[in-house]
């Protein structure tokens, strides 16, 4: 276990394809083992790009602008952390002997739905819903047809939930085509998915590193509009819904290869457990880890990618409660309760440098030895009193 410091001839580096939220938690996480950190991004000053050694401003959807930056910092390893970033990049990157985590093709088949769900379906033998696609409101209004009402449609290609929706009836289809159309992303093709009326979903955050895969304890949320709201950890869960959620996620793993941390996104019905999507790095409910683990989904991200031994404690039930603005301002400021800083609460205020409705500008952490849904029901409370100014 060979470690080295920042800024030298012999440094490792890590390219941060993506510096929101979670790219910054894992910068920190990567500064503290005397990686480099290199943070890229659409818009300058994203929270990564503050806590970074260097930072750029790019169109990532751009090859040629990305591999030149590639090939000029020569990162030990890149890091994609959202789906917009021009793939052939980083297949050419790869082909050229830089280390894409956990694999460019991973990344490519889990930046869009169609690839990851007929790659988990077809190839892998793994249970999910039903699902078709589709590139026009005519071909929507069939498949629709095929599937059933309800039914859940979403671009092939977004972040966040963004274009989702729940359709039940055909008079909703042309609505949801035009809301997944709106939506940043791909919304070239469409996917319609069967609506399983699970008892819950989770995430399972899976880590490999060259060795060996662990799970953390099951993540419960709450989603609107397919973004995040609400998480806690552990997720009570049979253990044979346990044991069927470790062996698809390790099955999707294997499958996708490579070292780091997997947001496994599974649906579960009694013992019977589905598939749903699956993400490349950490995840938004795995900000919770940062409450309950003594290592967080990030610092083991870091710790799967150099190959390091990943074990950890779980020290106690937890929840995060996301903040999302209501306003839209140049100058974000935000007043927190006196409750988010008692002694089993804790906060991360992103540094967004701007805030828009909607957009996520903070967490709300809380522990609790009774269990995770109580500490969810404490820390909606302290996120309802967060105000903003203007």
């Not at 970074?52 to 040629?64: E, F, S, V």
């Not at 021009?86 to 088949?109: D, R, T």
Request: with cysteine; hydrophobic share 40%.
């Amino acid at each position: 276990m060979t470690f080295t410091t920042p800024l030298k001839q012999n440094s490792i580096k890590m390219m941060l394809l993506g510096s929101g939220e979670l790219g910054k938690e894992v910068a920190i996480e990567a500064m503290r083992l005397g990686v480099e950190v290199i943070a890229v991004d659409k818009y300058e000053n994203a929270p990564a790009q503050m806590v970074a050694n260097r930072a750029y401003t790019i169109n990532m959807k751009d090859k040629c602008e990305l591999l030149e930056l590639i090939r000029k910092e020569k990162p030990t390893y890149i890091l994609p952390e959202v789906e917009a970033i021009s793939i052939e990049a980083l297949f050419e990157a790869e082909n050229e002997g830089f280390c894409v985590i956990p694999n460019a093709k991973a990344v490519s088949l889990t930046m869009n739905r169609r690839g990851i769900r007929e790659f988990v379906a077809n190839e892998m033998k793994v249970k999910t819903s039903k699902f078709l696609f589709a590139k026009s409101l005519e071909e929507l209004i069939e498949a629709t047809k095929k599937i059933g009402f309800p039914c859940v449609i979403k671009p092939v290609m977004s972040s966040s939930g963004h274009g989702q929706s729940v359709c039940h009836s055909i008079d909703d289809v042309e609505n949801s085509f035009n809301k997944a159309k709106e939506a940043r992303g791909d919304a070239s093709e469409l996917i319609v998915e069967e609506f399983i009326t699970f008892d819950y979903e989770i995430t399972l955050l899976t880590i490999r590193n060259s060795t060996d895969t662990i799970f953390c304890q099951p993540i419960g949320h709450i989603q609107k509009g397919g973004d995040y709201i609400y998480s806690w950890q552990p997720m009570k869960m049979s253990k044979k819904a346990i044991k069927n959620a470790k062996e698809i996620a390790k099955k999707v793993t294997d499958g996708l290869g490579g070292r780091g941390l997997f947001g496994v996104e599974l649906f579960v019905k009694g013992d019977e457990v589905y598939f749903s999507e699956v993400s490349p790095r950490p995840h938004d409910t795995g900000m919770v880890t940062m409450i309950t683990q003594s290592l967080s989904e990030f610092a083991l991200h870091v710790r799967a990618i150099l190959d390091l031994p990943l074990e950890f404690r779980f020290l106690s039930a937890g929840a995060s409660a996301a903040f999302k603005s209501k306003i839209d301002s140049l100058e974000p400021t935000f007043t927190f309760p006196e409750d988010a800083f008692k002694a089993n609460c804790d906060i991360r205020v992103f540094g967004k440098p701007e805030s828009h409705e909607g957009r996520r500008m903070a967490v709300v952490l809380v522990a609790d030895d009774e269990d995770g849904l109580s500490a969810k029901k404490k820390a909606k409370k302290i996120v309802k009193k967060i105000t903003e100014q203007n």
